[in-house]
Every structure is written in C-alpha cells, then in structure tokens.
Nanobody, 119 residues
Framework: QVQLVESGGGLVQAGGSLRLSCAASERIFSIHYMGWYRQAPGKQRELVARITVGGSTNYADSVKGRFTISRDIAKNTVYLQMNSLKPEDTAIYYC?????????????WGQGTQVSVSA
C-alpha cells in the first residue's frame, strides 16, 4: 500500500494562497491517479483535483482557475497550489492515490491537512 504524507495546510485570509504537498512512498509514475480531496464539516468528501499517470488533470468546478495540481516525479511528490482562497475552501484536504493492480483498484489516503480560510 502506498504511504502518503501531506503537508502545507494552515490558516490564511480570503484571497491568499497555500501550497499543499503530498509525498508518496512509491514512484508516482507507476500510480494511475493521484489527487486531492477535501472534506468540510458536515459534508461528504469531494474530489478537488486529480492528475493521471500520463499527466492529464481535472478539477472540481468550484476550484477551476484558482487551484493547480502538479507533480515532481523525481521527488515522488504531488502538489496543490491554491490561489484566491475563499472561506468555502475551508476543509481537511486529503491526498489520494489510486492504482490498478491484479484486476482491481486500490486506494491509499494520507492523514489529511487542515486548510482554514478566514473572511
């Protein structure tokens, strides 16, 4: 199972920026999808951004144009650059990896990092 460690969360004012990092225990070029999810209090976990093994990206509509997912293959790390943050972006952000092995999909999750945006 892939081990994922997030960092970079914190408290920021609306309009500010944060960059989250997710360090993986395995080579990320062998992982089919890596992504960021978030869960706000009382809400379901939702996909924020995802990057495929081929480098394609997709984003939730609510973050398009503000967030950017990227990766450093040499460091086995995925990033989420968050700009123009809004109070509604407040949530715990989780890194996720998804691999297809032996005919099935396997998910791994990081421990989560808190992002809080004040108005």
């Amino acid at each position: 199972q892939v081990q994922l460690v997030e960092s970079g969360g914190g408290l920021v004012q609306a309009g500010g920026s944060l960059r989250l990092s997710c360090a993986a225990s395995e080579r990320i070029f062998s992982i089919h999808y890596m992504g960021w999810y978030r869960q706000a209090p009382g809400k379901q976990r939702e996909l924020v951004a995802r990057i495929t093994v081929g480098g394609s990206t997709n984003y939730a509509d609510s973050v398009k144009g503000r967030f950017t997912i990227s990766r450093d293959i040499a460091k086995n790390t995925v990033y989420l650059q968050m700009n123009s943050l809004k109070p509604e972006d407040t949530a715990i952000y989780y890194c996720n990896s998804r691999t297809f092995t032996a005919g099935d999909w396997y998910d791994s999750w990081g421990q989560g990092t808190q992002v809080s945006v004040s108005a």
